[in-house]
Nanobody, 116 residues
Framework: QVQIVESGGGLVQPGGSLRLSCIGS????????MTWYRQAPGKGRELVAT????????NYAESVKGRFTISRDDPKNTVYLEMNSLQPEDTAVYYC?????????WGQGTQVTVSL
């Protein structure tokens, strides 16, 4: 059974940091580009970051460039998103998945709320 589980979200003050984790079971992340998306209330799903194969670099949305870092641990089938200098506009549910066209069923996501 394919399952993706995101974790690590929470409530944080502006300027704070969080580290999100994404682990897959029944689905391999190895050799696939991996992505983090987010969806804010009333908005569509936004691509935040893409990690290409190990050692092949990453891309980021302009809105998070310099603040977020995506990384991967292929032996653990896990992807991370390190988020620093968080702002209220980063508030959203965060999801990870394999990059198109190899996307699988979405997980439940993890809620990140940035507020005083």
């Amino acid at each position: 059974q394919v399952q993706i589980v995101e974790s690590g979200g929470g409530l944080v003050q502006p300027g704070g940091s969080l580290r999100l984790s994404c682990i897959g079971s029944g689905v391999t992340f190895t050799r696939y580009a991996m992505t983090w998306y987010r969806q804010a209330p009333g908005k569509g799903r936004e691509l935040v970051a893409t990690a290409f194969g190990t050692g092949r670099g990453a891309n980021y949305a302009e809105s998070v460039k310099g603040r977020f870092t995506i990384s991967r641990d292929d032996p653990k089938n896990t992807v991370y998103l390190e988020m620093n200098s968080l702002q209220p506009e980063d508030t959203a549910v965060y999801y990870c998945n394999r990059a198109e066209p190899f996307r699988v069923h979405w997980g439940q996501g993890t809620q990140v709320t940035v507020s005083l």
